[in-house]
């Protein structure tokens, strides 16, 4: 069955970095393909989506290009913030099912 | 409008109890989901209603789990004989799907259940 593979964590990185987090996926047919974030405390919320091949979605300074050649979708930021701590997990559906979750990355930030 | 809400935030319970999870999805959705989700893993899903309709059950949804949403807004997930394994966050969430547009899933904060 489908499925989504993201890099373990956690990733531990000092305010200003780089940030890249890996996810690849298993899928039959054409996903679409999300990063949600879980902030401390709060609930899973939509970062940003891509629903066809080359498509990059973006938000907040996060972005991901969907990548069907490689099967791809890894998100990046260029410069964090200690306001980005917080778990990041990609996920996939096919047209009409239900989302597919990785195991989620957590990204801690200090300053 | 507030948002998915969930209802109780946590639950304590011994090992055999039936436990009743609530959720309230925002109120224009047509789809409900439930999740669940353990330490250190992404949410799995359970099932989801399209309106009242229960159109998808995972694997995962024993026999000891029901869920209903009976006049399609909220929605109930029912855990009977409780086991220590049924220990998890259970997420509930709902979307609006027009066509074949899945709609952006909304999640509420989550009902946290410990099996004693």
């Known amino acids: 069955g489908d499925s989504v593979t993201q890099m373990e964590g956690p990733v531990t990185l000092s305010e200003e970095a780089c940030l890249t987090i890996?996810?690849?996926?298993?899928?039959?047919?054409?996903?679409?393909l999300f990063w949600y974030v879980q902030y401390p405390g709060e609930g899973l919320q939509l970062l940003l989506k891509?629903?066809?091949?080359?498509d990059k979605g973006s938000n907040k300074g996060f972005e991901a290009t969907y990548r069907k050649e490689t099967t791809s979708f890894h998100l990046e930021k260029g410069s964090v913030q200690v306001s980005d701590s917080a778990v990041y997990f990609c996920?996939?559906?096919?047209?009409?099912?239900?989302?597919?979750f990785g195991k989620g990355t957590t990204l801690s930030v200090s300053s | 409008d507030t948002g998915v809400s969930q209802d109780p935030r946590h639950k304590i319970t011994k090992r055999g109890q039936n436990v009743t999870f609530r959720c309230d999805p925002i109120?224009?959705?047509?789809?409900l989901y439930w999740y669940r989700q353990t330490l250190g893993q992404g949410p799995e899903f359970l099932t989801y209603?399209?309106?009242?309709?229960?159109?998808?059950k995972s694997r995962l949804l024993s026999d000891r789990f029901s869920a209903e949403r009976p006049k399609g807004s909220f929605s109930t997930l029912e855990i009977q004989r409780t086991e220590q394994g049924d220990s998890a966050m259970y997420l509930c969430?709902?979307?609006?799907?027009?066509?074949?547009?899945?709609?952006?899933?909304?999640f509420g904060e989550g009902s946290r259940l410990t099996v004693l």
């Open positions: 891509a629903t066809k091949a080359d």
């Open positions: 109120s224009e959705h047509n789809r």
């Open positions: 969430a709902s979307s609006l799907v027009t066509g074949t547009n899945t709609g952006e899933l909304f």
């Open positions: 890996n996810c690849t996926y298993t899928a039959t047919g054409y996903p679409s």
């Open positions: 209603f399209q309106n009242e309709a229960q159109l998808e």
């Open positions: 996920a996939l559906n096919q047209a009409g099912t239900a989302l597919i």
